[in-house]
């Protein structure tokens, strides 16, 4: 086999984020973790051809995401808590302070919430289901140009209100009732999607695409990714 077959097959492999090649006289490949994005954007990749909706997506998140939050409990930190009371203060102000963008990335900070809740839930399984379907909502749901602002802050005011109920539940290390409070927020939530004309935007995520929210991210405050004009649904 030549050297230019064995070159092009490592770079096939570190374009899908299977190994890392290093250069110099003791380089070569090496096996690497898979990255969460490359797998998420597989996976949305894979949906993009299935005929899944809002309700699909929030009828599998009110069976996992209080499990999520209730397993997580025990785990969180004090740098988890002041990470899940900055999510809640971001999104607590009058949306019309800010602009369209700002509005955006409320919604975008609401999903941020149940990320810190996943990295904190000892199960792998679970906590990637659970990212997955964050993901989604964060890349895929967007509302129409004409939804109501007065919407967008009754959505955004709703959120804070059953966040702060969560934080504090954990706080006391209440299991039963951050199970009980996340089962009613993924109750609720969808209803306002609904009323928000949300739909799933469907597409397909390009490695282009994947390496500039990587980039995004370096440079990005904790939290805050980049947003389209699209929006996202808690």
Do not use: W
């Not at 140009?145 to 702060?164: C, L």
């Amino acid at each position: 086999m030549s050297k230019s077959t064995i070159r092009e097959a490592l770079k096939s492999l570190e374009v899908q984020g299977l190994i890392k090649v290093t250069t110099g006289p003791s380089g070569g490949g090496m096996v690497v973790e898979v990255p969460l994005d490359r797998t998420l954007q597989l996976l949305q990749n894979y949906l993009f051809f299935k005929d899944v909706s809002i309700d699909d997506i929030y009828t599998v998140r009110k069976l996992l995401e209080p499990e999520l939050a209730a397993g997580a409990v025990p785990h969180l930190t004090e740098q988890d808590f002041e990470a899940l009371e900055a999510s809640i203060a971001c999104c607590d102000r009058p949306a019309s302070a800010h602009g369209g963008q700002d509005i955006v990335r409320q919604r975008q900070e609401d999903v941020n919430f149940h990320d810190i809740l996943a990295a904190a839930n000892p199960n792998p399984f679970l906590r990637f289901s659970c990212e997955l379907i964050n993901e989604m909502i964060r890349q895929l749901i967007e509302f129409r140009n004409d939804t109501p602002q007065a919407e967008h802050e009754r959505f955004g005011q709703a959120n804070v209100k059953i966040h702060k109920a969560i934080t504090k539940a954990a706080r006391e290390r209440d299991v039963e009732k951050v199970r009980e409070l996340m089962t009613v927020h993924m109750t609720e939530a969808p209803r306002y999607v609904k009323r928000m004309k949300g739909k799933l935007r469907g597409r397909l995520i390009l490695d282009s695409e994947i390496r500039r929210r990587v980039r995004a991210r370096s440079v990005s405050p904790v939290g805050l990714d980049e947003v389209d004009s699209a929006g996202s649904g808690e």
